[in-house]
């Protein structure tokens, strides 16, 4: 019985193993950092209080229950030892006849790392929560203050990379700020915020089409985002950004403007450590990763074969947003859901033919299009030749999300939580939660970081033994 | 215009508010650290990964946005000068005509403040989820180790107090462990999860009557949870918990043992300066606080006269969890919901007779009777002089409980994650999520603790710089 060993539980991992599921001369390990499986295209509605983590995040496991072939262990891969055919994790050794690693994409910052604290991105759950809270508490901190230059500086909300996420987020911020918050608050006008989408490029979505694009920013513009293009950010701080030569006061900045694969420079060759390699993130070509042959692209993703192998390692496979496939356009496939659904059901299909003794065949993706929402029925969509915008757009967005969301309860909890949206204006989850778990107390300020601006101290610093 | 101000948005002053609200000559504030309001007696499920934080938590400003007199401010108060008749807030003062101090109470572990970081209590979200990711984790590590010590060790869920949340919390983990988790891992069966309910006095449920708290220990009994009365928690640390002569090797211990009101001494009187007083917790009497004519009883709730004033402070009312009112049968209120809710309403209706010149009168509570539930069909319910048991104390104990939730969508919400859970044995949020918000990256273990026995290291310690 072979074993196959699939690191990391996205869209190419979940539907690898979905597919290898049940099959007899197959025996299945999924490790994942996360005990769920998260849909990540609707992560930006978590983050922007519309719905609740668990609304699109299912426990790996009980999605696989059924299959008896399969276990599921969370747990950290720390390594890949493609000799001696094992993976290394942080709960134990794991040998494996195939392997395929899909750990996804993080944040880039192009250099800047210290940007994250003041930029978040928007990755994971404990990301878009950090966002909500961040978004929200700047309403209720300008509620607050008698300062109108503070008050400004906190309703100014800036997003960079105009990308979809940036265009859903600035879309979003925009339509809360004007329709759910306006009436709740007494000494703001919510409806005065400031939204600025900034993108370095000539335009925002610049892979849809030029008319798509102009849509879309008419439609950001109705909702009050203002849409810069051609413009870097070249610093960013607590106080706001540095975009080209304007300074913007902002309290509440948010990153969308690149990732790149999960780091498998240390993962595959000595666990830990990180080969030397020259800052290429800018730079043209594909590297090689001295340790091991395994070449990187640009993006830190990995170069696979048309089968998406690495080279010279038919049974191990790289899939989803941690693969650069070239082989059927030229340039890398983008790092979309589809893309990796795909991917990782090739994967599987590819073990089965090996199994079966038949030969291998090239991957191809179908491209069934591309979406972007901006706000309410405000959406654009492309479909093969077809192009087309507002409210038809957005519920053809709408169908195809819940379509694709996994387990019954979760699409009806949406598709509820959405209509409700849409006729009551509101958002369903609007909860600014701290981060720390222990009990303050009320005189006390201890353990709370409800604000912003406030370092949030080390656990043991934050004890207040507050209950005698 | 008289100023109203109501520290606390729980069940008393989201009341006391909602009372005030629109009246003509009343200006209210209402003040809160959190910008939600909590539906407590759910937070349970929260914990237990059957409901989200959002479903049971409604944004206050939402819930009083109509009331164009209250002005809702997220934050916290300081200290409250009785002589200047002013609240401190770390956002400013606020004087005030009328006050209400209604900040709930706060876990007491008796003494043994260090106890809660291997025992957390159940009061807050933060907590809810912290308790949430305890539990799950300690079946996924269960399922990752080889060692049967170890895993027994995972496997042993210890609850501390027999009151309601108590025989929630540990009729909730054994219905999980036997039913929602049993079909999903590989190497464990979560049936033989040991579940021990432990309750220092003879019987659990002491405020119900002796057959119906016999009712409950069976159904707990049914569930796999051993019920230990007459048992004292002397010692618990990360490897468990001493209970009386045995020594009981846990994993995961919960506390819901005690509480206490919420610090008024530090609140009324010098601002953040505690009076120094007697550790009077398992004394019997009322003391006195030096710093002020506030007296606290044994358990730090405030006495008040019978109008729910200060002694002396007749435009000083105290409500909900942190009153102490002896006056209707000579024994003080429970801290429960229904108190709370009267109680706010009640100083509101005071507020209002002041203002239109009539006596004041005194606070009677109109008991409704109580409930508890101890998991699937299973509940115990005491009316009046009616006393019931089984399913139809379970549809009573869910009926009260969806109507007195706040807002529309969310009794919807509850009511079809509860349909769900019923019909299909599983559990809506079974999430894990770090407390850790920026990426971590793949390859490296910073930023990740979904795993127990961890320590969090502070914000700057786990800083990767994964991004390049």
């Known amino acids: 019985m072979k074993h196959v060993v699939i690191v990391g539980g996205g869209f190419a991992g979940l539907n690898a193993a979905k597919k290898l599921g049940g099959l007899r001369d197959v025996r299945v390990t999924l490790v994942d950092r996360q005990n769920y499986h998260l849909f990540q295209p609707l992560l930006y509605q978590v983050a922007m209080a519309g719905l609740s983590p668990a609304d699109i995040a299912t426990p790996i496991r009980s999605v696989l229950a059924r299959c008896h072939n399969i276990s599921v262990l969370q747990g950290s891969v720390e390594g890949v030892d493609l000799q001696a055919q094992a993976v290394s994790a942080d709960f134990g050794r794991l040998e494996f006849d195939y392997l395929l690693l899909c750990c996804g994409s993080m944040p880039s910052y192009f250099g800047h790392g210290d940007w994250e604290e003041h930029a978040p991105s928007l990755k994971t759950i404990p990301q878009a929560t950090e966002i909500r809270r961040r978004l929200l508490s700047a309403f209720e901190a300008a509620e607050r203050t008698d300062d109108p230059e503070t008050r400004r500086k906190l309703l100014t909300f800036v997003v960079i990379g105009g990308g979809p996420t940036g265009v859903e987020l600035a879309g979003a911020i925009g339509e809360m700020s004007r329709f759910t918050l306006a009436r709740d608050f007494r000494n703001i006008d919510t409806r005065l915020t400031r939204v600025i989408l900034i993108e370095s490029g000539p335009r925002i979505l610049s892979m849809f089409s030029e008319q798509q694009a102009a849509r879309a920013a008419r439609d950001l513009e109705k909702l009050g985002v203002q849409v810069w293009p051609n413009t870097l950010a070249t610093d960013i701080d607590e106080?706001?950004?540095?975009?080209?030569?304007?300074?913007?006061?902002?309290?509440?900045?948010?990153?969308?403007?690149?990732?790149?694969?999960?780091?498998?420079?240390?993962?595959?060759?000595?666990?830990?450590?990180?080969?030397?390699?020259?800052?290429?993130?800018?730079?043209?070509?594909?590297?090689?990763?001295r340790s091991e042959s395994v070449k990187l692209d640009r993006g830190g993703r990995v170069v696979v074969d048309e089968d998406l192998s690495i080279p010279g390692h038919p049974?191990?496979?790289?899939?989803?947003?941690?693969?650069?496939?070239?082989?059927?356009?030229?340039?890398?496939?983008?790092?979309?859901?589809?893309?990796?659904?795909?991917?990782?059901?090739?994967?599987?299909?590819?073990?089965?033919?090996?199994?079966?003794?038949?030969?291998?065949?090239?991957?191809?993706?179908?491209?069934?299009?591309?979406?972007?929402?901006?706000?309410?029925?405000?959406?654009?969509?492309?479909?093969?030749?077809?192009?087309?915008?507002?409210?038809f757009a957005w519920i053809t967005w709408l169908v195809v999300h819940v379509y694709f969301l996994v387990g019954f309860k979760n699409r009806l909890l949406v598709v509820l939580h959405w209509a409700w949206s849409y006729v009551t204006f509101r958002r369903g989850a609007r909860l600014i939660v701290e981060r720390e778990w222990r009990f303050g107390g009320c005189a006390g300020q201890d353990g709370r970081d409800g604000r912003k601006d406030k370092t949030v101290p080390a656990r043991d610093e934050t004890r207040t033994d507050g209950e005698e």
């Open 315 to 391: 049974n191990v496979f790289v899939a989803g947003d941690q693969a650069c496939f070239t082989h059927q356009t030229g340039a890398p496939l983008p790092g979309t859901a589809p893309v990796a659904i795909q991917q990782g059901r090739f994967v599987a299909r590819t073990i089965c033919r090996d199994l079966a003794g038949k030969p291998r065949e090239a991957f191809r993706f179908v491209d069934r299009g591309q979406m972007a929402t901006i706000g309410r029925s405000r959406a654009v969509a492309e479909i093969g030749r077809l192009r087309f915008s507002g409210w």
């Open 239 to 289: 106080h706001g950004v540095q975009a080209g030569p304007e300074r913007i006061a902002s309290s509440t900045v948010l990153w969308a403007a690149g990732v790149r694969g999960v780091e498998v420079a240390g993962l595959i060759g000595r666990p830990g450590q990180q080969p030397e390699r020259a800052q290429t993130d800018r730079g043209s070509g594909v590297e090689t990763d």
